[in-house]
């Protein structure tokens, strides 16, 4: 009887210790600095598309009215990163864009933290884990300029206040026609693509 | 001997299902790989269906010496797969040195070197020791070990073709922005 199922035992016991392995390389791969690099989603994806209310009752719709959108991946903990927090106020006196601040979950501090530091006038939307996985972001302060076809422009995470302001001409920028993905198709950032 | 003839078996099967698993991910660049060993020009479908069709095959022949190990001719073909890719390494060596030979997709970043062809040839050493006959009572498999088996087939495929998406993904060229 033994004998009979040795087989089966070490073809289970290779195959359990394949998936294990498996999933130990890709996370550890997927933990680097280099795999962080590629978060975000590449200019000319489409978007998610989401409509969110703020605190204040306003319904902020993504793709934007406006020609172009910034969705700032973030939190209370902005705070902790003031450069960025100067790149905001700059690229807020810009007319044709919309700024809002999205969070990953129910953050009662993030609105009042952000008045504090100047940033008013930004919708604080409370987003979920799983849109923010829709785009693909998984640190944070996160910056993702969207226009208002809905396809991305500029994307990047974001520490001081010139990337802001360099993501920004980025989205200004047209895309070339061959960067235009149809919808759906979900594609990365290569590493090193960052501002 | 037994147990390492079993070790041997199982561990080509497993290695062929993620192989041909993590090619599935991104069969396009696995195609540039096989329009290396093409001496004419073939059309671009063509070598997306051949790359396609290798890697359901190398799923197919893992699965299959996976939940019928009683079946010899199914070693014989796992030995012969096992030279090809000897073969393959040798005149990807010969020939495309250094390129990425995208053995396993894009799950490990291999290329065509003298490593590479030695790993080939120690692929076809176990797949000789797989062929090292075994008794029959070690390989009878009664129809719940049969789906038990096929379960961890397709899981190990699945599992292979995630994390070759996953780590792949970014391997993709960066879409340029143009000045006005």
Redesign the interface.
Known sequence: MI??????V???V???A??LA??G??HV??SGAE?IE?DGL???VHAPVWSLVDSAGKVVRSPPPTPLQLVMFTDHSLKAFPSVVDGLREVMAQELLEIVVLTRQRNELAESVLRSIGLDGISVLTGSPSLYAAYNVRVTPFAIFVDSAGRVRASSLVNEAWQVTKLLQ?AD????Q??LAPRGR??????G?GV | MNVLVLCAKTALACLLIVAGGAKLSDPASFASTVRLFIPVRVAWPVLSAAAVGVSLGEVAVGVASLTLPAITALDVLVFAIACAFVAVSAMGYAFHRGRSCRCFGTLFQRKFDAAGVLRSAVIAGIAAVALVHVGAAALQLDATARVLLLAAAGLLTLAAFTAARARGTGSEPEPKVVAQ
Not at chain 1, 173 to 176: G, N, S
């Open positions: 004998l009979a199922s040795s087989f089966v070490v073809a289970l290779l195959c359990m394949t998936v498996l999933f390389v890709t791969s997927m795999a590629r590449a200019p000319g980025l920028l047209p895309l070339e061959e960067n979900f594609r990365r950032r290569t590493a693509a």
